[in-house]
RNA sequence: GGGCAAUUGGCUCAGUGGUUAGAGCGUACGGUUCACAUCCGUAAGGUCGGGGGUUCAAAUCCCUCAUUGCCCACCA
């Protein structure tokens, strides 16, 4: 077979994705795929987190569904029903600031074209974009089942939302209420307060000086201010506050001081002059006061701060609203405020406040300040009627299933954030001032007189159903991007329509995929995601999973870090340090990048990567290739294996090389499905790396060589294993091992049945390798690991006494063993491929025996006998007394070494003896103490 | 302020009580007709962040300190 010295990624993968999407494999159903007859399998499913419409694949997405396509392979070819739903979301803000942004550059905005028409503009926008990462994805080779492919505000999808809604609303879940929200002056909307980011912001810290109000009226201004916060001494005591935020004050409606703290005490009660304004107001006396920050007196603006809403709403404060919501004073900020934006009028009130002699000090001060996750624009706390969904229930719910494993994180230390989060969870701010979205299914009544209340409803009810007869208006909100992310796991198989249907069925029936299978396939089986999102979304999902289908969402989590650049920064445009995913698979290929992010994914661990991770890769890729190449150009329709790996092959059994690669290809294969199995894949691929490079082709294949005598059938484990490995790798590799897979069906041919025997169209749907316990040889695994220390150790000699690779020289192999002329003779049988072990090429003229000859025994020998037959007590121990004894065996081979260095330095001889030294004491000391245990 | 994670060769990382702590990249030396120079062979390079403890045995478990990173918090 003519096939080339490198592999092109480009020619296979486009060919095979096709290849598997005609042929269904991609797809799921209860019963199976289209054309399987239903085998009663179990599902696995995995439901992608949706990326958002706006998106173009970046590396975070690639490592993302990397490791979903990674596993869902995996399991399918494991015999599970796999099934891996894919999607996007609508995306809320973040969409709707990128089609505002596009508009913007024509000069419009989204209130200039008013609700309708910029929805429109919207959904033009979705419809010819949306579907750019999906295909992109299609790229990189994720096997989702595209026929069902969801979009958060598909109709059945937003059907489903508000169903979620008006349950909860007639639960009593979601409440209406004037509350203090986080505001984005910039998107104009309210955000939860998980989508606020703190940043550190250097800042100042003002101290304020506000004057009592004196009995005789007058405000005191322009008094003494020479001490500290409190000052009584002169004429006009006042108090300082201090403040990061100066344009608040002419918001303050009190000064609070902590009730505990004696400097305040007395002026409980008493009124202030608020500077600036004149306004009286108070001093309150509140637990929240720390009496140790600034001056221990805080200025209360509840409007405009959190703890300070919090404070007047016990202490029955007046409000004054002094910032409105884009941002800018409003008229009851006063006359020379007042619609100045929130920056300038700080500095304003700043400069006012030192004219007046009202500033006692200012302080630099590193605080951090709250902003918008989507325009990272300063957040300004404000009150505002929104809707929320209360938690205290459902999330105690959800922390629970975690705590008692319902759900199990890979790794577990995310756990105990996710609990805590929960626990410590505030009341949802569900509702957001923009029109991309659900748009809140709540109804009222447009005559006001009737003072009907609002109706929840699925449907827009044609007429107010209270007073049945007035017109209805719908609430202008929308609904929290996230709310309908929540609801995913199940909303994507047709919840709630489905809910009941297939419950007692089980195991539904094959209609081709038209029932959702709800109950067949949730809880899905894991969800992959990062960290970054796990409070945002993983932890609401639990919550709704349990209230609305009565079960976790997903069985397991696996976290998976960030992908960040070589220095471990963030990869940004603007540091010009992106790895481009798609620039990637064009260069090296998909199932490089693949191989890449799939071995740096450490469980919860941010990876780092520069383009050159991709060389390796694309490297190992073409050592696949070229062990396909060398087999394929051995391997004829005659002297093909047509099954799986067996030690029966026409020359297999007989030969120990093969059985001791089976052997150890047994245990890569246990290996790997553990690691899979343990949402480890990145420990299968450095598994399967190192089996497939460092020992089936740099031993076994060289081995091998010398056994394929023009005329002779290789062994079938030559074949059979690369099959094997092909197959173990093609879950991470998908695109490479198929190219090669076909190559070698093709090689093979139809059997006389016609058919390609055991082997399947594809390897995608080849039954997962199983460990074959009868297949293990120990006693030739032993023999071929001396062998190959035998011959690494002649390479080492070679190379410490400079000897040219042409010249052949006369060698004495020292050993304890007199097995060893036996295994050398077995193992190593012509002069050609002894030649080619001990790096002679050309002038290999003497025969084998001569070349490597053996004799005697090694002298040191520590009697180990006893102590061996008590460790059969303990597997630990026993694995101990190996590890000793073969420092001791060790230890005979390095002395050997000694001999042929007869030009060996001092130094080198008592390295040994202090080696040999070091393991008489190891071995005395767990003497003694296995005798305290015989003793006991 | 609270919490979590990390610290292993020049770089990026494996390694959750037991063989002489491994790999890739980089470096040095040597090698290509015969699958692969996107390759092969060999080497140098590590007192596993510091200190203390538990153990026959510690990179691994415990305590403590240091440094870095991340998350959370009503840092006025």
């Known amino acids: 077979m003519d096939i080339p010295k490198t592999y092109n990624p480009e020619e296979a993968e486009q060919k095979w994705y096709d290849f598997w999407q005609a042929r269904n494999y991609f797809i799921s159903a209860p019963g199976g795929r289209p054309g399987q007859t239903s085998e009663n399998k179990k599902p696995f499913t995995i439901v992608i987190p949706p990326p958002n419409v706006t998106g173009a694949l970046h590396i975070g997405h690639a490592l993302n569904n990397t490791l979903q396509d990674v596993i869902t392979r995996f399991r399918r070819m494991q015999g599970y029903n796999a099934l891996w739903v894919p999607g996007t979301d609508h ?3 973040a969409t709707q600031n990128v089609v505002e942004r596009l508009l913007l550059a024509e000069g419009k905005t989204r209130q200039q074209l008013g609700r309708e028409k910029f929805l429109e503009k919207m959904w033009q926008w979705k419809n010819e974009s949306g579907d750019t990462i999906l295909n992109q994805l299609k790229r990189l080779g994720c096997s989702c089942d595209w ?42 909307t309210a955000l939860a307060d998980i989508e606020v980011e703190h940043k550190e912001q250097k800042g100042n810290l003002w101290y304020i000086l506000y004057h009592f109000k004196m009995d005789n009226g007058r405000s005191g201004i322009g008094g003494s201010h020479d001490s500290g916060g409190i000052n009584e001494t002169g004429d006009t005591p006042y108090v300082v506050v201090a403040t990061t935020r100066p344009e608040t004050m002419l918001g303050d409606t009190a000064v609070a001081v902590n009730p505990g703290d004696e400097r ?13 304004v004149g306004r009286e107001i108070p001093v309150v006396a509140d637990e929240l006061v720390d009496p140790a920050f600034g001056t221990g007196a805080v200025k209360v603006t509840p409007s405009h701060d959190p703890v300070d809403f919090a404070i007047a709403e016990r202490h029955k404060l007046p409000s004054v609203i002094v910032i409105d919501e884009k941002g800018k004073m409003t008229k009851h900020a006063g006359n020379g405020y007042a619609g100045l934006d929130r920056y300038d009028c700080r500095k304003k009130v700043v400069d006012d406040l030192y004219a007046k002699g009202l500033i006692e000090k200012t302080e630099d001060y590193v605080h951090s300040v709250g902003t918008c996750y989507r325009c990272h624009t300063v957040i300004e706390p404000l009150v505002s009627e929104q809707w929320f969904l209360s938690t205290k229930e459902i999330a105690t719910t959800a922390a629970d299933a975690v705590k008692s494993g319902r759900v199990k994180f890979y790794p577990e230390s995310w756990a105990s954030p996710c609990i805590d989060w929960l626990e410590n969870l505030q009341d949802w701010c569900l509702s957001r001032q923009i029109w991309w979205g659900h748009r809140i299914p709540v109804w009222y009544c447009k005559n006001k007189k009737t003072g009907c209340k609002p109706v929840a409803s699925v449907t827009r009810p044609p007429k107010c159903p209270v007073c049945s007869g007035a017109e209805i208006e719908q609430d202008p909100d929308v609904l929290d991007t996230w709310f309908s992310s929540a609801l995913w796991p199940f909303t994507v198989f047709g919840w709630p329509d489905r809910n009941e249907e297939k419950q007692v069925s089980g195991n539904g029936g094959n209609d081709g995929g038209n029932d959702g299978g709800l109950r067949y396939y949730y809880p899905t089986s894991v969800l992959v995601t990062g960290y970054e999102i796990l409070y945002l979304w993983v932890a609401r999902m639990i919550m709704m999973g349990l209230k609305f289908m009565g079960d976790v ?6 976290i998976h870090g960030i992908v960040r650049d070589i220095h471990g920064k963030k990869m940004s445009k603007s540091l010009g340090n992106v790895v481009d995913p798609l620039e990637i698979m064009k260069q090296y290929g998909t199932d490089s990048l693949r191989f890449v992010l799939t071995q740096s994914s450490t469980a919860g661990r941010d990876i780092q990567i520069s383009e050159d991770s991709f060389t390796g890769a694309r490297n190992f890729c073409n050592k696949i290739w070229n062990a396909g190449r060398f087999i394929l150009m051995n391997t004829t329709q005659e002297n093909a294996p047509r099954q799986d790996v067996s030690p029966d092959g026409p020359s297999g059994a007989s030969d120990p090389v093969n059985r001791w690669i089976i052997s150890r290809y047994n245990e890569c294969v246990s290996d790997v499905t553990r690691s899979f199995e343990n949402y480890n894949p990145a420990e299968a691929s450095r598994r399967l790396y190192d089996f497939f490079w460092s020992e089936f082709c740099d031993w076994y294949l060289e081995l091998v060589k010398p056994r394929l005598a023009p005329g002779t059938k290789p062994p079938s484990a030559l074949l059979e294993v690369f099959i094997g490995c092909l197959r173990m790798l093609h879950p991470i590799m998908p695109y490479i091992t198929e190219e090669l897979y076909q190559k070698v069906l093709s090689a093979v041919g139809p059997d006389e049945s016609g058919q390609n025997g055991a082997f399947p169209e594809s390897i995608m749907i080849y039954p997962w390798p199983s460990v074959k316990n009868e297949m293990a040889y120990p006693d030739d695994v032993r023999e071929l690991r001396f062998i190959m220390e035998l011959i690494t150790n002649i390479r080492i000699i070679r190379a410490e006494m400079n000897v040219p690779v042409k010249q052949t020289i006369n060698m004495v192999v ?13 193992y190593i049988p012509n002069l050609k491929f002894m ?20 004799i005697g025994d090694i002298e040191i020998c520590i009697p180990l006998e006893g102590i061996i037959d008590f460790a059969k007590e303990s597997a630990r121990l026993t ?3 190996a590890a000793v004894s073969r420092d001791i065996e060790i230890l005979g081979a390095k002395l050997s070494n000694e001999k042929f260095l007869s030009r060996a330095p001092s130094q080198e001889v008592q390295k040994i003896r202090d080696f040999s030294r070091q393991n008489e004491d190891k071995l005395n000391r767990l003497k003694k103490y296995l005798e305290t245990l015989e003793g006991k």
């Open 91 to 93: 995306g809320g803000i």
């Open 147 to 188: 026929t069902r492919t969801k979009f958060t505000m598909d109709d059945d999808m937003s059907l489903a939302v508000m169903a979620a809604f008006v349950q909860l609303y007639n639960n009593g879940l979601i409440y209406r209420g004037n509350r203090m929200v986080n505001w984005c002056p910039r998107c104009q």
């Open 264 to 276: 305040y005490k007395i002026f409980i009660g008493r009124k202030l002059i608020l500077p600036l």
């Open 553 to 558: 969402p997903f069985r397991n989590v696996y």
């Open 814 to 826: 020292l050993s304890h063993d007199n097995r060893v002329p036996d295994l050398i003779k077995k």
């Open 835 to 854: 030649c080619r072990v001990d790096g002679f090429s050309a002038a290999g003229t003497k025969p084998a025996r001569s070349a490597v000859t053996v």
């Open 879 to 881: 694995k101990t007394i």
